[in-house]
């Protein structure tokens, strides 16, 4: 059975940092591109970041880039996203995901999804 855990959310004042992570099990980490979504209250779910199942290829959102970084350690499957310079606008609950197939990486039809993490930055 496979699961996506996401942790590191909480409550940060604008211009603070956190880290996400997400935990994969009962699957290839090491074949699965893997990405960030977001979606805050009353508004679409939205691409935030991704990594190929390598490493070697990244893709951030235009209002994230410079700001956030999507990592990933395949011997311990898991990914990660160091959130930097926070805005009030990146509150919302954040989505890790994961897909093996050969698929645009930035559009939100994956395969397997954790259960979110909330993230609120206050002004």
């Known amino acids: 059975q496979v699961q996506l855990v996401d942790s590191g959310g909480g409550l940060v004042q604008a211009g603070g940092s956190l880290r996400l992570s997400c935990a994969a099990s009962?699957?290839?980490?090491?074949?699965?591109?893997m990405a960030w979504f977001r979606q805050a209250p009353g508004k679409e779910r939205e691409f935030v970041a991704a990594?190929?199942?390598?490493?070697?290829?990244?893709y951030y959102a235009d209002y994230v880039k410079g700001r956030f970084t999507i990592s990933r350690d395949n011997a311990k499957n898991t990914l990660s996203l160091q959130m930097d310079s926070l805005k009030p606008e990146d509150t919302a609950v954040y989505y890790c995901?994961?897909?093996?197939?050969?698929?645009?990486?930035?559009?939100?039809?994956?395969?397997?999804w954790g259960q979110g993490a909330q993230v609120t930055v206050s002004s």
């Open positions: 990594i190929t199942w390598t490493g070697g290829g990244l």
């Open positions: 009962g699957l290839t980490f090491s074949i699965y591109n």
């Open positions: 995901a994961a897909d093996s197939r050969p698929r645009p990486i930035t559009d939100d039809q994956y395969d397997y």
